[in-house]
């Protein structure tokens, strides 16, 4: 375990080989910039900064850097990405293009879907069922979003899906976001980026994410425990192994770790428009069931993404023979996820073999050789999945954008209004907080300041719309929505028998 010192932060600094102002400032202790996690938006902020040569320290509580990216070599033979591994909307994710320099092996993914129907496959019929129905669901929330009140996306849901509702609620709803409908802004759902084109890293989305870092000094098991601003012009984080100094400070730890209180900030806390910001953006529940299933006793394809015609909530989603290999994720999430997860390993365990039995008839629980499952709500420096907005909460990602005291800038997947809950929707809101940093070393004149907190609570227009029960209203402009025609006809295309 390394100690955090001057003698390290020089040493990580060096290796860094940027430009003299790393040097300067490390010299006398301080840095221009702290950064709390050494996750996807503190790595993109990290380099930000090095490139631009400004000091920066970044400060990671685990072991390990990467946070929800990461990739696991040891518990199969095979690459298993423990968080992220679909490279979402790979036209405008900022990871694709670095991603080319790195030597990694990055291909599309299969474009389509089976749907099980008990122990067969879909037929066309039925597949153009589904896909109606995930389609006129998809057209009805965005409608509901451009409404002057936000709703719940279950709300917004046509009444007429028949037996097809538990699977759309689970495609869009658990699988998606990590949430419920019942507990998803429909504004937020709307806003949100299609994801049903996607890319793999044959090495791993975390191995892509460490090559990136690759250069990038980070103190690790350094959790940062309180922020003091109280000091002129300077920023104090504590840490079990002493206290560090900088300008500016950027924090990119999850919003279930801002929300749990593990960190202090200074004596008076956040702001309380910060404080509900957190509140509307808990985080979801999503988690892989990872099976060593050699010999393909399922029949599928390299990456095959498998959902069931559900009956109730009671579901998973599955990824076969990921990169071609032995490895199969079932994936579990939402209120159902998130209680079955509670229950520990050998119960998810349990239930995957189980539910691939129903599908496939197989001796499934024979078959398998390992299981791993992950237990993100139980990470202690995660404590979630990914960020989802309550109804009537999509305000809150840009709230989350706000500088808080002037120096202390949010990033992470929470901040991001269309990427939010992945990899590169958390880069981008790392480069986007360096970027705000490094205006502000340069002497650019402070943005406007944050409202205050008379500002920020709502109006009496708001407040009644509030007690008939109604969520705030929005407060951006909506992105245009895409024709509902052209969206149908991509999804049609997408799935195959
Ligand atoms: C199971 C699962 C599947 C997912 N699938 C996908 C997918 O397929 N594609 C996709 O794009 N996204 C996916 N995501 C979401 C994606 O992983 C995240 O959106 C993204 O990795 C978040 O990056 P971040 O930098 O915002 O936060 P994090 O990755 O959480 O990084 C924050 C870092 O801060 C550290 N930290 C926390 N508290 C402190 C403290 N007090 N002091 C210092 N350090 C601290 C943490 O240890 C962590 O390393 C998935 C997530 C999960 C959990």
């Avoid at 702290?34 to 380099?47: D, K, S």
């Avoid at 520990?344 to 299981?371: H, I, P, Q, S, Y």
């Avoid at 305000?395 to 949010?410: G, N």
């Amino acid at each position: 375990m390394k100690s955090l010192n001057r003698r390290t932060f020089l040493a990580g600094s060096a290796a860094l080989l940027a430009a003299p102002a790393v040097r300067a400032n490390a010299q006398s202790g301080d840095v221009d910039v702290l950064i709390v996690g050494a996750g996807a938006a503190g790595i993109a902020a990290a380099r930000k900064l090095a490139a631009a040569g400004r000091s920066f320290t970044l400060l990671e509580a685990s072991p390990r850097i990467g946070g929800r990216c990461i990739t696991d070599t040891t518990s199969f033979n095979v690459p298993f990405d423990r968080g992220a591994h679909w490279i979402h909307a790979p036209d405008v994710n900022p990871l694709t293009k670095l991603a080319q320099r790195t030597g990694l092996d990055i291909y599309p993914a299969p474009s389509g879907q089976r749907v099980r129907v008990g122990r067969r496959n879909a037929r066309e019929s039925e597949l153009e069922d589904y896909l109606a129905a995930v389609v006129r669901s998809h057209r009805a929330i965005d409608t509901a979003a451009r409404g002057k009140t936000d709703m719940s996306c279950a709300q917004a849901l046509p009444n007429d899906l028949g037996e097809w509702r538990p699977a759309v609620e689970f495609a869009l709803g658990p699988y998606g976001t990590s949430k419920d409908l019942t507990e998803l802004s429909a504004q937020d759902f709307s806003k949100s980026v299609e994801r049903d084109v996607g890319a793999f890293c044959r090495q791993g989305y975390g191995a892509l994410l460490a090559r990136l870092a690759d250069g990038i000094p980070a103190e690790t098991e350094t959790p940062v425990t309180e922020i003091d601003t109280a000091q002129r012009g300077r920023i104090v984080a504590t840490t079990p192994r002493g206290s560090l100094n900088g300008s500016y400070m950027i924090v990119t730890a999850s919003i279930g770790v801002l929300a749990s209180g593990k960190i202090k900030f200074d004596r008076a806390g956040l702001p309380k428009r910060q404080l509900d910001a957190i509140d509307r953006l808990k985080l979801g529940s999503f988690d892989h069931i990872a099976l060593d299933l050699p010999g393909n006793p399922l029949g599928l394809q390299r990456d095959d993404l498998v959902f069931e015609k559900a009956t109730d909530r009671r579901t998973a989603a599955l990824l076969a023979n990921v990169s071609g290999t032995s490895l199969t994720l079932v994936e579990v999430a939402g209120r159902f996820g998130r209680e079955l997860a509670a229950r520990g390993e050998a119960a998810m365990g349990d239930f995957a073999t189980e539910w691939l039995g129903n599908l496939f008839g197989t001796d499934v629980k024979r078959a398998v050789k390992r299981t791993r499952a992950t237990q993100w709500n139980a990470d202690p420096w995660t404590l979630g999945a990914f960020s989802a907005a309550a109804p009537g909460g999509q305000w809150a990602r840009r709230a989350l954008m706000e500088p808080v005291r002037d120096r202390i800038y949010f990033a992470g997947e929470a901040a991001h209004e269309t990427l939010w809950g992945t990899v590169g929707g958390a880069w981008e809101s790392g480069e986007r907080a360096a970027d705000a940093v490094l205006r502000r070393l340069a002497g650019a004149p402070a943005p406007p300041p944050p409202r205050t907190e008379q500002e920020a609570a709502p109006t009496p227009q708001q407040r009644r719309q509030q007690q008939r029960g109604k969520a705030q209203a929005k407060q951006q402009p909506e992105p245009k929505p895409q024709p509902a025609k052209q969206k149908q006809q991509r999804k049609l295309r997408r799935v195959r028998e």
